[in-house]
């Protein structure tokens, strides 16, 4: 028995198939196929894979129903892979279900960044984590106290308000992954925030001014246009 993490590529373009299976071998991880919808859900539920990569365009049944379908019965990671115009298919995968998206055209050091991103969330689910996060958060010279409910950037408290460091810890407790705006307004502010695009704006530029080096360059919370925010992982 292998105790390699099995990686199910969905994926109908050969070369992009071929171009992933590639990288994951080099990397220790073992790879399976899938060239449609069909062939996917049969493999997910004949060798329950560690991650999926999903292409959401593929010929029989489209990403969104396989995300959704899957979600019904498994927690398993699903990274989508999309092309950089469709924003609007990355929000609804990610709202579906999916783990974090990849675009096209991508680095392996991104795909494997991705994956283990992904592993790293299923052991800390696995592990029972408390629901309220504890102890500290760490990545550069930004570290989130859980307890104190505070921010420091080079040890030095940055003064967050309530609301600011509510969002910094949600992103925080999700380093790597991207959430969209929605998902983050509605754990914000509730399911019937109005304007609720234009205070996380607000909101997140205060919070740049206070964290960042540069905002115009933001190395600690990284903007994925179109589709939401990512805090950069977390460091030991
Ligand atoms: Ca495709």
Same mark, same amino acid.
């Given at each position: 028995?292998?105790?390699?993490?099995?990686?199910?590529?969905?994926?109908?373009?050969?070369?992009?198939?071929?171009?992933?299976?590639?990288?994951?071998?080099?990397?220790?991880?073992?790879?399976?196929?899938?060239?449609?919808?069909?062939?996917?859900?049969?493999?997910?539920?004949?060798?329950?894979?560690?991650?999926?990569?999903?292409?959401?365009?593929?010929?029989?049944?489209?990403?969104?129903?396989?995300?959704?379908?899957?979600?019904?019965?498994?927690?398993?990671?699903?990274?989508?892979?999309?092309?950089?115009?469709?924003?609007? $298919? *990355?929000?609804?995968?990610?709202?579906? /279900?999916? &783990?974090?998206?990849? #675009?096209?055209?991508?680095?392996?050091?991104?795909? @494997?960044?991705?994956?283990?991103?992904?592993?790293?969330?299923?052991?800390?689910?696995?592990?029972?984590?408390?629901?309220?996060?504890?102890?500290?958060?760490?990545?550069?010279?930004?570290?989130?106290?859980? $307890? *104190?409910?505070?921010?420091?950037?080079? /040890?030095? &408290?940055?003064?967050? #308000?309530?609301?600011?460091?509510?969002?910094?810890? @949600?992103?925080?407790?999700?380093?790597?992954?991207?959430?969209?705006?929605?998902?983050?307004?509605?754990?914000?502010?509730?399911?019937?925030?109005?304007?609720?695009?234009?205070?996380?704006?607000?909101?997140?530029?205060?919070?740049?001014?206070?964290?960042?080096?540069?905002?115009?360059?933001?190395?600690?919370?990284?903007?994925?246009?179109?589709?939401?925010?990512?805090?950069?992982?977390?460091?030991?």
């Amino acid at each position: 028995m292998s105790n390699k993490y099995l990686i199910l590529i969905v994926e109908d373009e050969p070369n992009i198939a071929s171009f992933i299976g590639t990288i994951l071998e080099a990397n220790n991880f073992e790879t399976m196929f899938a060239r449609n919808g069909a062939e996917a859900i049969m493999l997910i539920t004949s060798h329950c894979p560690d991650v999926i990569i999903l292409d959401l365009g593929l010929p029989d049944i489209d990403g969104q129903s396989i995300i959704q379908s899957v979600r019904s019965w498994s927690n398993v990671p699903i990274i989508v892979v999309s092309a950089r115009t469709r924003e609007r $298919d *990355k929000v609804m995968a990610l709202e579906a /279900g999916a &783990d974090d998206y990849i #675009t096209k055209p991508f680095g392996a050091s991104e795909l @494997l960044a991705r994956i283990r991103t992904a592993l790293r969330h299923v052991q800390l689910r696995e592990g029972e984590r408390a629901k309220r996060p504890n102890g500290v958060f760490k990545t550069g010279e930004l570290v989130v106290d859980y $307890d *104190k409910r505070r921010v420091y950037v080079k /040890g030095q &408290d940055v003064h967050l #308000t309530q609301n600011e460091y509510k969002i910094v810890s @949600l992103l925080s407790q999700y380093s790597g992954r991207v959430l969209t705006y929605d998902s983050i307004i509605k754990h914000i502010w509730g399911p019937n925030a109005r304007q609720g695009n234009q205070i996380l704006r607000v909101n997140m530029a205060n919070i740049r001014r206070k964290i960042e080096e540069s905002t115009a360059e933001p190395r600690y919370i990284l903007t994925e246009m179109g589709v939401g925010y990512r805090m950069a992982e977390a460091e030991e």
